[in-house]
């Protein structure tokens, strides 16, 4: 029988609170085909385990979460970086390993990429 754990006992084994970055990809089917955002979010789970930025601390480490609609429903797959706020157009499984290297690991944003910002506001612990 699985283990039933509770939201607090899940967050610490997902290390909640540790990320620097929210990472959301949009796989929706409005904004493009349902198999480009399937590959596009299986290639970024791939390329941040491998990397060592998800489930992971440090000033890198990045949580990701796929959903299904960002409501941008044009140009995707959608992505957008939180506590930065920048959404990305385009995000196809080619451009996502380029995005972690250079956004995630050198905090370097793709400006040619990149279409809107909302950046969120950092609080203290």
């Not at 929210?22 to 349902?34: E, K, Q, R, T």
């Not at 250079?102 to 910002?117: Q, S």
């Amino acid at each position: 029988m699985k283990e039933i754990l509770s939201p607090a006992e899940m967050a610490e084994k997902l290390l909640i609170g540790h990320y620097s970055r929210h990472v959301f990809l949009c796989i929706g089917d409005a904004c493009c085909s349902a198999e480009a955002g399937a590959k596009a979010w299986e290639v970024l789970k791939d390329v941040l385990k491998r990397r060592n930025l998800s489930l992971a601390t440090g000033p890198c480490a990045s949580y990701r979460t796929k959903v299904q609609c960002l409501r941008v429903c044009s140009g995707g797959p959608i992505l957008v970086v939180y506590p930065e706020g920048t959404y990305y157009a385009g995000m196809t499984a080619e451009r996502i390993p380029e995005f972690v290297e250079r956004h995630l690991v050198n905090g370097a944003p793709i400006e040619e990429w990149i279409f809107a910002r909302n950046p969120l506001p950092r609080s203290t612990p």
